[in-house]
């Protein structure tokens, strides 16, 4: 009679295989196929340990032959994608050879080093993410986008003509109310607008971003705080 319940034993396993294709329940259906007959002539211990054997010689020294054996598909054979690697991204804090930080979409932030040894990447840069070592992004600067931003400094973090005039008024220490009077624009309009450029710079308010601007040089250094 145990001979039956192994066949059923077999028969799930091999069924179970079929949806996950990595030949370990296979070896256990495989183990219940070569006991199902012995059941006949072992006690159930016997059969037990006949069938706990066989799956671990079929795990441990058949299955990784078979697998080696057989064709893989393009997702088991390519190594998984890890970070940002292939991605583009904008410098924050300067990029050398020993440090730096990108920001690659919206909010996501990496730390990162030059591929290049003795290169230094300006914040505001674009560049794209060759590897991943770590936890650290290894870069090159896009070549375009260096002779942009080299050509044309108000382009640096992609903030348009507006964008700039509201941060020159951050710089200045004005309220997003008192940019609204002086722009004849409405609150909610500047709003939307210091959002933009603390997005583009990669920064999370006010302090921080007319700190990176007056570095970059896209607004003067103003003896006044920017109001928080």
Known sequence: MFWLLWLVVALVALAGEALTTALILASFGVAALIVSPLALFLTLPFQIVAFGALSLILLLVVRPAAVRLLPAGETSLAPPRTGPTGRQGVVVER?????????????????????????????????????????????????????????????????????????????????????????????????????????KMGVNGRVDAVRLAIRQGLVRDSSSGPAE
């Open 95 to 199: 990029v050398d050879d020993h440090r730096g930080q990108i920001r690659v979409g919206s909010g996501e932030f990496w730390s990162a080093r030059s591929v290049e040894p003795a290169l230094s990447i300006a914040p505001g840069r674009q560049v794209e993410v060759v590897r991943v070592e770590g936890l650290t992004a290894l870069v090159r600067p896009l070549v375009n986008a260096v002779q942009a931003s080299e050509s044309e400094p108000g382009t640096t973090f992609g903030l348009s003509a507006r964008e700039l005039e509201v941060l020159d008024l951050l710089a200045q220490g004005l309220s997003n109310q008192e940019i609204a009077d002086r722009l004849v624009l409405s609150p909610r309009t500047v709003h939307h607008h210091v959002s933009h450029i603390f997005d």
